[in-house]
């Protein structure tokens, strides 16, 4: 199955991962390599994930305060939201097709 982001999710992903590569060390690509393998995951296993809301789905990853928000479309999974898990809850509702 193919996937794709929200144009709001990629930014948000892209913001954060220049936010961990700021911090130093190896800490942006760690944050990278946690997304990328996430997104993985979903995309071999799309229903793993239990339903947060009507159709959207969340990833949570282990090192990183971070969920990954998604649903199943008919050719592919839209990756709505990269959000931090201690900030503005709910804000990637208006992404939803």
């Known amino acids: ?3 794709k982001f929200h144009p709001d999710a990629s930014e948000e992903y ?7 590569a700021d911090i130093g060390g190896k800490l942006g690509e760690a944050f990278t390599h946690s997304v990328e393998a996430a ?14 809301e009507e159709d959207v789905r969340r ?3 282990t090192r990183f305060p971070f969920g990954i928000y998604y649903t199943i479309e008919t050719d ?3 990756i709505v939201a990269v959000m931090h898990m201690n900030r ?3 804000y990637w509702r208006g992404r939803l097709p």
């Open 39 to 52: 997104i993985a995951q979903i995309v071999a296993q799309p229903t793993a994930w239990r339903e947060i």
């Open 76 to 78: 592919y999974v839209l």
């Open 1 to 3: 199955m193919r996937w």
């Open 14 to 20: 892209l913001a954060s991962c220049r936010y961990y």
């Open 59 to 61: 990833h949570l990853l």
């Open 88 to 90: 503005r809850p709910g």
